[in-house]
């Protein structure tokens, strides 16, 4: 209720202007105060009650829009103009020192979950988990190497994530440069998660004022799998930091909902401030957050229709709101001037939706002018968004088509187990991401959407953002991490609710409860908390060290980078002659430890699947090792994901089962050198050399067959290999391995074969 609304209440019914000046004055001293605290009568008071003015809180009350109130007992009452005064008074908050330090805890909780897999980063070197981060270590080891500006970021990063590149680029010079960088960024995701902590109690705590809900949030999200896998130690990526950014864009927005005025003060200042600064945050961190804001816009288009529909005015709120984006988008543009950072349709993102929110508002006034029914208001949103794609698509088509290859990602049909829906039967990737939460966290969601229609602006912010990161995780698991913040903060008041269930917790303050401080629990009420955190988030809190754990680099895996890395040093082999051909997913892995290269997987994601189940030698290695980064270079087998039946003539199990030897039916292979097996047999090594050909004299017709003993780190075998002789009785066959031959079916019985002949492809004689 606005300050006319208030001013037309109370010149209805002149009575109650006294009333409400007498109850305004103890709701100054007071959060919330009883019936028997005001000095007015019952009838007067219920009159305010149901006139909206008073509201209840649990068993208490207190006056519902005190700033409205104000104004419209002081005669300042223009309808739907924003009022700025100016306000130097600037107070700090009281502090509760006992959820301070629960805050705390909690924080170091956060820190302790994604620090589980210390043993597994800090080896003898630092192995960072998984795949992708080796490439954003290779971006920063390429500008702290050759050095970077602003303008000129490692590999194009200008276009892609550049606020994310320059905070480890910046962190790890703070850090003490190239040596010591590994070190900060593996520890640089656990930062980012307790900072993300921090945020997501601010904002719990913004939309629910309960304390107790907002440390349950900061408990839930320390132990949500996904997002401890997402900033576990070492898993140095984009991901982390976005997360961060998103809750902050979320916080600002509930802040600016939550205005019923604008003024020069530190309420409107904080709130537009917190918005500006997640807006700008986000999309200079990653190019794809432009997606991310677009609950923003659902929250606008509702809280206008439902403001229409209650005849409330929308426009505090989205002067507010406008004013926080549009800041963003003048600070995302600036570096886009200056520096070239992203292309032009990322840039203009905020702009538009800045665009959208002041025409959201400006239709308010021509609805409720016209009388038109609020339940179509929500067209505005449509037509807009309608409008404004249809200008970009004739006005900037090159623009239109950038953007339409963004969206087209995310229905994309990649086998790639992150681009698939989070709630895939196959993989049963929510239960992995969430463990048991989803179970309470959508119903919670659901009555989010109650609160909303009721007109909590708040609840309506949140609820945006719970059902719009829940549809992006349906369609990608990539964006499950997205949904992180807010699983946290409906997972958080979920729990208080079901701890007041059994007497372990005051009802909680959206669900009609009082503000309470954060006081300890006594041991009944300790142990009854116990069993219903246990019950919402244990299995969660299981899986989520398990999670990270699977992302680490298995100790045989890793052993085999670098017994590559040794041999490469040994023999002298730089880049491009030690480039590692390995299944894509570790191939970043793999080249980091050896060559340091770990831009980019294209070439084995493009090539390795495809050589490996080839069952044509000859045509597999013309096609997809000669002439390519995988000529002279070194080569890795690895069990195939799901262990499917391998047939015996695929490159798979001819390398893998038999090290390029004759066998099961099939002839043995030339090109490929076993040098290493791992202790389990699971991971093996190669180095793809010329091969020396053997040639001799044989019965024409005759099988001739060679074979020599080989002795390879960790296993030995006979390598074997079998040729028909011509008619003009001879035969070659080109063999890997050094050592001393026997030869079967020809002139001559052995062979030797030196190391420079099998480098250098040269023919050996048998005599």
Request: with cysteine; charged share 20%.
């Given at each position: 209720?606005?300050?006319?609304?208030?001013?037309?209440?109370?010149d209805?019914?002149?009575?109650?202007e006294?009333?409400?000046?007498?109850?305004?004055?103890?709701?100054?001293?007071r959060?919330?105060?009883?019936?028997?605290?005001?000095?007015?009568?019952?009838?007067?008071?219920?009159?305010?009650v149901?006139?909206?003015?008073?509201e209840s809180?649990g068993?208490e009350?207190?006056?519902?829009t005190?700033?409205?109130?104000?104004?419209?007992?002081?005669?300042?009452?223009?309808t739907?103009?924003?009022?700025f005064?100016?306000?130097?008074?600037?107070?700090?908050?009281?502090i509760?020192r006992?959820?301070?330090?629960?805050?705390?805890?909690?924080?170091a909780?956060?820190?302790?979950?994604?620090?589980?897999?210390?043993?597994?980063?800090?080896?003898?070197?630092?192995?960072?988990?998984?795949?992708?981060?080796?490439?954003?270590?290779?971006?920063?080891?390429?500008g702290l190497?050759?050095g970077?500006?602003?303008?000129?970021?490692?590999l194009?990063?200008?276009t892609?994530?550049?606020?994310?590149?320059?905070?480890?680029?910046?962190?790890?010079?703070?850090?003490?440069?190239?040596?010591s960088?590994?070190?900060?960024?593996?520890w640089?995701?656990v930062?980012?998660?307790?900072a993300?902590?921090?945020?997501?109690?601010?904002?719990?705590?913004?939309?629910?004022?309960?304390?107790?809900?907002?440390?349950?949030?900061?408990?839930?999200?320390?132990?949500l799998?996904?997002?401890a896998l997402?900033?576990?130690?070492?898993f140095v990526?984009?991901?982390a930091?976005?997360y961060?950014?998103?809750?902050?864009?979320?916080?600002?927005?509930?802040?600016?909902f939550?205005l019923?005025?604008l003024?020069?003060d530190?309420?409107?200042?904080r709130?537009?401030?917190?918005?500006?600064?997640?807006?700008?945050?986000?999309?200079?961190?990653w190019?794809?957050?432009?997606?991310?804001?677009?609950?923003?816009?659902?929250?606008?288009?509702?809280?206008?229709?439902?403001?229409?529909?209650?005849?409330?005015?929308?426009?505090?709120?989205?002067?507010?709101?406008?004013?926080?984006?549009?800041?963003?988008a003048?600070?995302v543009l600036?570096?886009?001037?200056?520096?070239g950072?992203?292309?032009?349709?990322v840039?203009?993102?905020?702009?538009?939706?800045?665009?959208?929110?002041?025409?959201?508002?400006?239709?308010?006034?021509?609805?409720?002018?016209?009388e038109?029914?609020?339940?179509?208001?929500?067209?505005?949103?449509i037509?807009?968004?309608?409008?404004?794609s249809?200008?970009?698509?004739?006005?900037?088509?090159?623009e239109?088509?950038?953007?339409?290859?963004q969206?087209?990602r995310?229905?994309?049909?990649?086998?790639?187990v992150?681009?698939?829906?989070?709630?895939?039967?196959?993989?049963?990737?929510?239960?992995?991401?969430?463990?048991?939460?989803?179970?309470?966290?959508?119903?919670?969601m659901?009555?989010?959407?109650?609160?909303?229609?009721?007109?909590?602006?708040?609840?309506?912010?949140?609820?945006?953002y719970?059902?719009f990161?829940?549809?992006?995780?349906?369609?990608?698991?990539?964006?499950?991490?997205?949904?992180?913040?807010f699983?946290?903060?409906?997972?958080?008041?979920?729990?208080?609710?079901?701890?007041?269930?059994?007497?372990?917790?005051?009802?909680?303050?959206?669900?009609g409860g009082?503000?309470r401080?954060?006081?300890?629990?006594?041991?009944?009420?300790?142990?009854?908390?116990?069993?219903?955190?246990?019950?919402?988030c244990?299995?969660?809190?299981?899986?989520a060290?398990i999670?990270?754990?699977?992302?680490?680099?298995?100790?045989?895996?890793?052993?085999?980078?670098?017994?590559?890395?040794d041999?490469?040093?040994?023999?002298?082999?730089?880049?491009?002659?030690?480039?590692?051909?390995?299944?894509?997913s570790?191939?970043?892995?793999?080249?980091?430890?050896?060559?340091?290269?770990?831009?980019?997987?294209?070439?084995?994601?493009?090539n390795?699947?495809?050589?490996?189940?080839?069952?044509?030698?000859?045509?597999?290695?013309?096609r997809?090792?000669?002439?390519?980064?995988?000529?002279?270079?070194?080569l890795?087998?690895?069990p195939?994901?799901?262990?499917?039946?391998?047939?015996?003539?695929?490159?798979?199990?001819r390398?893998?089962?038999r090290?390029?030897s004759?066998?099961?039916?099939?002839?043995?292979?030339?090109?490929?050198r076993?040098l290493?097996?791992?202790?389990?047999?699971?991971?093996?090594a190669?180095?793809v050399?010329?091969?020396?050909t053997?040639?001799?004299?044989?019965?024409?017709?005759?099988?001739?067959t060679?074979e020599?003993?080989?002795?390879?780190?960790?296993?030995?075998?006979?390598?074997?290999?079998?040729?028909?002789?011509?008619?003009?009785?001879?035969?070659a066959v080109?063999v890997?391995y050094p050592g001393?031959?026997?030869?079967?079916?020809?002139?001559?019985?052995?062979?030797?074969v030196?190391?420079?002949?099998?480098r250098?492809?040269?023919?050996?004689?048998?005599t």
């Amino acid at each position: 209720m606005d300050a006319a609304a208030v001013r037309t209440v109370l010149d209805e019914n002149p009575a109650l202007e006294s009333a409400l000046e007498a109850v305004r004055a103890v709701d100054r001293e007071r959060e919330t105060w009883t019936f028997d605290d005001v000095p007015i009568d019952s009838g007067v008071f219920g009159e305010l009650v149901n006139e909206g003015l008073v509201e209840s809180v649990g068993d208490e009350y207190r006056v519902a829009t005190p700033e409205a109130v104000d104004r419209a007992l002081d005669g300042d009452v223009e309808t739907d103009e924003p009022r700025f005064e100016a306000s130097d008074a600037l107070s700090l908050p009281d502090i509760d020192r006992t959820a301070a330090a629960a805050l705390a805890g909690l924080l170091a909780l956060v820190a302790v979950f994604r620090a589980t897999t210390y043993s597994a980063v800090f080896r003898d070197r630092v192995v960072f988990p998984s795949n992708d981060p080796y490439a954003y270590v290779y971006y920063v080891e390429e500008g702290l190497r050759n050095g970077w500006t602003f303008s000129d970021l490692p590999l194009g990063q200008e276009t892609g994530e550049p606020l994310t590149t320059i905070q480890m680029l910046v962190g790890s010079e703070l850090a003490g440069g190239l040596g010591s960088h590994t070190a900060f960024l593996a520890w640089l995701p656990v930062f980012v998660a307790v900072a993300t902590g921090l945020v997501v109690y601010l904002f719990a705590y913004e939309v629910t004022e309960d304390r107790h809900v907002a440390l349950a949030s900061v408990l839930v999200l320390a132990v949500l799998p996904v997002h401890a896998l997402r900033s576990s130690l070492g898993f140095v990526d984009h991901h982390a930091f976005d997360y961060f950014w998103l809750a902050v864009v979320a916080w600002g927005t509930v802040a600016t909902f939550a205005l019923d005025s604008l003024a020069a003060d530190w309420k409107t200042t904080r709130a537009v401030g917190i918005l500006a600064v997640g807006v700008a945050g986000s999309i200079l961190a990653w190019w794809a957050a432009t997606l991310l804001l677009f609950p923003v816009a659902i929250a606008v288009v509702i809280g206008a229709a439902i403001a229409v529909r209650d005849d409330d005015s929308f426009l505090a709120p989205g002067l507010a709101t406008a004013a926080g984006v549009g800041i963003g988008a003048a600070v995302v543009l600036l570096p886009h001037l200056l520096w070239g950072w992203h292309e032009t349709f990322v840039v203009g993102v905020p702009a538009v939706l800045t665009l959208g929110v002041l025409g959201v508002v400006g239709a308010t006034y021509g609805w409720r002018a016209l009388e038109l029914p609020a339940w179509a208001f929500p067209t505005t949103g449509i037509v807009g968004v309608a409008g404004v794609s249809a200008g970009v698509y004739f006005l900037v088509p090159t623009e239109w088509a950038a953007i339409s290859r963004q969206v087209s990602r995310l229905f994309a049909d990649r086998d790639i187990v992150e681009m698939q829906s989070v709630f895939g039967t196959e993989t049963m990737g929510w239960l992995f991401s969430f463990g048991l939460l989803l179970f309470v966290v959508i119903p919670a969601m659901g009555w989010g959407i109650y609160r909303s229609y009721r007109g909590d602006r708040s609840w309506l912010v949140a609820t945006s953002y719970g059902w719009f990161m829940l549809f992006l995780a349906t369609l990608q698991a990539r964006y499950a991490g997205e949904l992180a913040p807010f699983t946290a903060l409906f997972g958080g008041l979920a729990l208080v609710a079901l701890a007041e269930r059994v007497d372990a917790a005051k009802l909680p303050v959206p669900l009609g409860g009082e503000r309470r401080p954060v006081t300890l629990p006594d041991r009944d009420v300790a142990v009854r908390l116990v069993v219903i955190v246990l019950l919402v988030c244990g299995l969660s809190a299981v899986l989520a060290p398990i999670g990270a754990s699977n992302l680490t680099i298995p100790e045989e895996q890793y052993e085999t980078a670098a017994f590559i890395d040794d041999h490469a040093a040994d023999a002298g082999h730089e880049y491009p002659d030690n480039y590692v051909f390995s299944p894509w997913s570790w191939s970043r892995m793999y080249n980091y430890h050896v060559n340091g290269e770990s831009r980019s997987y294209g070439y084995a994601q493009s090539n390795y699947r495809d050589f490996t189940f080839a069952t044509d030698p000859d045509s597999a290695y013309d096609r997809y090792i000669a002439g390519g980064p995988a000529q002279n270079a070194y080569l890795v087998t690895e069990p195939v994901p799901g262990d499917p039946e391998i047939p015996d003539e695929t490159m798979q199990a001819r390398l893998h089962d038999r090290y390029g030897s004759a066998g099961n039916g099939t002839e043995g292979l030339a090109h490929y050198r076993a040098l290493y097996a791992s202790e389990s047999g699971d991971y093996k090594a190669f180095r793809v050399v010329p091969g020396a050909t053997l040639r001799g004299e044989a019965d024409p017709g005759a099988t001739v067959t060679v074979e020599t003993g080989v002795d390879i780190e960790s296993d030995s075998f006979t390598y074997q290999r079998g040729v028909t002789a011509t008619e003009n009785g001879t035969y070659a066959v080109t063999v890997p391995y050094p050592g001393e031959y026997e030869v079967d079916g020809a002139s001559s019985d052995s062979v030797n074969v030196a190391e420079s002949d099998v480098r250098n492809g040269t023919d050996v004689r048998a005599t």
